[in-house]
């Protein structure tokens, strides 16, 4: 069985190849060259594994890119996320690209805050009206990165439930398919509020969250200050910060057989966006975040620069691999669920995504 790696960057896509032991790694690059890449998809659904590549072109614009040959050749859909011309909008990111409940859809976000769904696995989007329409969405404000959806989180197997979040605006849900959506962000704090609102119905800011599909009213957030869970499908949040080094940081990734461990990569904090200490750590909890342990054997003693949102992930081999990507353009790899680490490419530009499967 071979195993796919793709790595999106600030300028272009790289895509790795390796068997299923993942020791030696063969690399193409770059795709699109010079242009942002924030979001990728190994789709494994069909007959063929199709990927998925958001790019920011500065002569096309933001597009999907696909190809179903392994990146040998791909097709471009310029003004495939588009929005309608009766809306005073343009998107300049493509920050999220995920599988859908039902064959054949995908779900997009953006930089503006919007959900897009795809219904032909991937060539053309439709913009989700019911979430754009929101009465709080005049009140989102953009993070340090931009105002971008860069959670979607469809339900394993209720095709009307999806959970989406976006910075800053927090946690939003909706139960019938996108039409209506409800905040959920119950006991996140908003950390950069005054004291007496710290914790409003929205507005927080969340870098990313995660869930296992086995198990999917539990859900796993990384927020800009906290580490949370919820077991009520959002309902109602709780801290896991206990334990690690710092509550900051960005992506926040679930084990792919085990929906009691969950993985983090904590930084310094919002003026440090650094490791603490700058010693690289990956940090995994094998009780839903009641207890954390540091991995970080084979990893580098220092790095300087941060992991971003979407810079790890794992895949679905049976003895799990986990993939961090830093902004220095390094990718390690761990096919031990997180024991051993290992350097499979350098030197390339900030690493801004990162997608791995088995095919």
Known sequence: MATVLMVGTRKGLWIGRSDDDRREWDFTGPHFDMEEVYSCLIDTRGERPRLLAGASSSWLGPQVRRSDDLGATWQETPGSVRFPEAHDASVERIWQLVPGTEAGVVWAGTEPGAVWRSADAGETFALVEGLWNHPHRT??????????????????????????????????????????????????????????????????????????????????????GGVYRSEDHGASWHSIADGLPSDFGFPVVVHPHDADTVYVFPLGQAWARYPVDARPLVWRSHDAGDSWEPLGKGLPEQLWVGVMRDAMCTDAHPSAGVYVGARNGAVWASADSGESWQQVVANLPDVMCVRAAAV
């Not at 989102?140 to 971008?148: C, E, F, L, V």
């Not at 469809?154 to 409800?182: E, F, L, N, R």
Request: glycine share 12%; charged share 15%.
């Open 139 to 224: 009140q989102w404000d953009a993070g340090y990165g931009g105002q971008a959806f860069h959670t979607v989180l469809p339900h394993p197997s209720d095709p009307g439930s999806v959970t989406a979040a976006i910075s800053t605006g927090g946690v939003y849900q909706s139960a019938d398919g996108g039409t209506t959506w409800a905040p959920r962000n119950a006991g996140i704090k908003a950390e950069f509020m005054p004291g007496e609102v710290q914790y409003p119905e929205f507005g927080q800011c969340v870098h990313k969250v995660a869930r296992h599909p086995s198990r999917p009213e539990r859900m796993f957030l990384q927020n800009h």
